[in-house]
Every structure is written in structure tokens, then in C-alpha cells.
């Protein structure tokens, strides 16, 4: 089992839907944790923070679940520029007081006209 | 944006040649991180370093070396380059943040192809 699940996708909808992507983890000691976007043959970028109270930034609203060890993304009101590869992060936390960050395989989402 | 740069961009290469992977960041971050990414995977970690004259073995174990001589510079070398190689070499850095610890930053990344 991966310490970070996704839905691969790819989830396909029209310009203006609302989006939620799914993500769980294993570590239940895991730290902090993210959204990053990774477009196609691109760098992994943040996206944001993810925070238990919920955070939201424009369109983008993560929720985190300790308890459950889930974490989510809504988007609303989809782009043409919103289709990317979601990527659910998990920092576990590294010797020598690093950061270990562990990666889901991401969930594609392509926006259509 | 984030000032972490990689070169090459792309590299095609033959077996057996020794290639050196370059990867710089100017700003100031402490510790720094080699992912490696094949299409459609997820990125795992192979290297890192949290200063200078530190370097230790990720997750994914891998024929590559690192070296850290100045904070600024984290070069990752294979000595006889393989098929097997082949694939996106990803560099980062970071520098904790109240409420964001564990924030890195990603090079734009090389892609490596062994013939």
C-alpha cells in the first residue's frame, strides 16, 4: 500500500465545474502537508498548505482530517489553466531536522471548453 | 518564482559515459534534494543534504553520488551512466517557515536519456 493514495484520474470536466480531489495518507505521525500542481513535463509547483482548520486561497479550498488521515482540494469555477496534475504531499519529517516529503502519483485533471 | 536552476534540461546520452548533473540555488537554503520521476509515477527522494559537507541516501536507492561544498550548489554525478538512468532528475530546497515547514522548491528539472 502507498503512504499516499490518489485517485490518478484523469477527471475530466467543463470550463466553470467544481473539482474535488481525494487523498489519504498512512503516517499518522505525518506533520504537514500540501497540494502541489505538476504540469505536463513540468517541475511540481505549490499549490498550498493545507491546514486543519481548512485553509482557502481564490478558488482553491483544502480540508485536512487527522483523524481520518484524509486531505481534499476543491476547485471552483474551473479554468482551461487548471488542468494540471494535483499532487497530494505529505511531510513526515527527516533525520537531521529535514524535511521528508512523500508524493501521491497525482490526480489529473483536464478542463474542456 | 523560485531561483533553483538545473542544467542541462535535457541530456541523450551514451552507456558508460560519466554525467554530472548540475543544480544551484540562490537562496540560501540549507537543505536541498535529488528526486527522481518517471512518467506517470510519483517522485521519489534519492539524495539530500541539510548543509554543507552533508549528503545522505534517500528512499529510492540509486547508482548516483552527491556532493555538498557550497550551500549553494548540490551537483548529483552517475560514473557509468545506464538504460536503467534513464528518466526526470528533480532538485529542491528548502527552508523551514512557521506553518509551512516542509515548503520545497523545485528546479525545473532535467530529463535523462541513456541509449
Known amino acids: 500500500r502507498k503512504e499516499v493514495e490518489q485517485d490518478p484520474g484523469p477527471f475530466n470536466v467543463p470550463e466553470g465545474a467544481t473539482v474535488a480531489f481525494n487523498c489519504t495518507y498512512s503516517n499518522s505521525a505525518s506533520q504537514s502537508f500540501f497540494w502541489y500542481r505538476q504540469d505536463c513535463r513540468k517541475e511540481p509547483k505549490l499549490l498550498m498548505s493545507v491546514y486543519s482548520s481548512g485553509n482557502e486561497d481564490g478558488r482553491f479550498t483544502a480540508q485536512l482530517n487527522r483523524a481520518s488521515q484524509y486531505i481534499s482540494l476543491l476547485i471552483r469555477d474551473s479554468k482551461l489553466s487548471d488542468s494540471a496534475t494535483y499532487l497530494c504531499v505529505v511531510n513526515i519529517g527527516g533525520p537531521f531536522n529535514t524535511d521528508k516529503l512523500i508524493f501521491g502519483t497525482g490526480t489529473r485533471l483536464q478542463v474542456f471548453p | 518564482e523560485a531561483d533553483i536552476y538545473q542544467t542541462p534540461r535535457y541530456l541523450v546520452i551514451g552507456t558508460g559515459k560519466k554525467i554530472t548533473l548540475e543544480c544551484s540555488q540562490t537562496m540560501g537554503h540549507d537543505k536541498m534534494y535529488w528526486y527522481q520521476q518517471d512518467p506517470g509515477m510519483e517522485l521519489h527522494l534519492i539524495h539530500y543534504?541539510?548543509?554543507?559537507?552533508?549528503?545522505e541516501k534517500g528512499d529510492l536507492s540509486s547508482e548516483s553520488t552527491v556532493s555538498r561544498i557550497r550551500t549553494e550548489h548540490f551537483p548529483l554525478t552517475l560514473e557509468s551512466a545506464r538504460p536503467s538512468h534513464t528518466s526526470q532528475y528533480l532538485c529542491?530546497?528548502?527552508?523551514?517557515?512557521?506553518?509551512?515547514?516542509?515548503?520545497?522548491?523545485f528546479g525545473p528539472g532535467t530529463r535523462l536519456l541513456v541509449l
Open positions: 543534504s541539510y548543509g554543507v559537507n552533508s549528503t
Open positions: 529542491a530546497s528548502s527552508e523551514y517557515g512557521v506553518g509551512d515547514k516542509g515548503t520545497q522548491y
